[in-house]
């Protein structure tokens, strides 16, 4: 069974700062991974989806990598500000067509 | 445009009763997720229909567990004898066809007390 590991678990930045969110995943026959956002007591916001061929993907400050063959993905955020301050959780589609996530990342930026 | 939506927001319910969860699609998504979110977790995944036939229920916990989704479009998430372990936030997904990016709606927090 497909296992999605992030870590840290919880990140507490100053506003302005770059920062690296990890994501790794036990089975590298994925078809796509996703980066959500989730808010307190919210849905999951997609932030960004890399199919399988695909090594990065970028949409404004965000920028999400992916190793299929190490089983990684990375999503860096630049100049993080306090709007960013969420649980960010990573996700991999196999072929079961559901997704598999991981914990999240709680981020907090303070101003 | 209407994203994905769900109905209540939230359900607080007494332990054996019976509920239910609806979910309404982006319009033209053919496939559709049921997830449950217990807290500090992430999602799990329950059961996903491709139209209108539950293409995958391998999720779903036990027999008590069962959705539906007639016309391929609002689906509903139907829990029996409810226990105090079910109570979690249940979230919908939708997506144009399997493979493709999913979208989340709110999700419904139900509570068995």
């Known amino acids: 069974k497909q296992e999605v590991t992030q870590i840290p678990a919880a990140l507490s930045v100053p506003e302005g700062e770059n920062l690296v969110l990890n994501c790794s995943f036990t089975?590298?026959?994925?078809?796509?991974l996703q980066w959500f956002r989730q808010d307190p007591g919210k849905g999951l916001t997609s932030l960004l989806l890399?199919?399988?061929?695909?090594r990065e993907q970028t949409s404004g400050r965000l920028n999400a990598s992916l190793d299929k063959s190490s089983g990684r993905s990375t999503l860096y955020i630049a100049a993080s500000q306090p709007g960013d301050s969420a649980t960010y959780l990573c996700?991999?589609?196999?072929?079961?067509?559901?997704?598999?996530f991981g914990t999240g990342t709680r981020l907090t930026v303070i101003p | 445009g209407a994203g994905v939506s769900q109905t209540p927001s939230n359900k607080v319910t007494e332990k054996g009763k019976y509920v239910e969860l609806r979910c309404d699609p982006i319009?033209?998504?053919?496939?559709l997720y049921w997830y449950r979110q217990s807290l500090g977790q992430g999602p799990e995944f329950l059961i996903y229909?491709?139209?209108?036939?539950?293409?995958?229920d391998s999720g779903l916990p036990n027999d008590r567990f069962f959705a539906v989704r007639p016309e391929g479009s609002v689906s509903t998430l139907k829990i029996q004898r409810t226990e105090r372990g079910d109570s979690a936030v249940y979230l919908c997904?939708?997506?144009?066809?399997?493979?493709?990016?999913?979208?989340f709606g709110p999700g419904t927090r139900l509570t068995v007390l």
């Open positions: 996700a991999v589609q196999t072929g079961a067509n559901n997704l598999f």
């Open positions: 997904a939708s997506s144009l066809s399997q493979e493709n990016e999913q979208f």
């Open positions: 319009s033209g998504h053919t496939a």
């Open positions: 229909f491709q139209g209108t036939g539950a293409a995958d």
């Open positions: 089975d590298s026959a994925i078809y796509n």
């Open positions: 890399i199919q399988s061929s695909q």
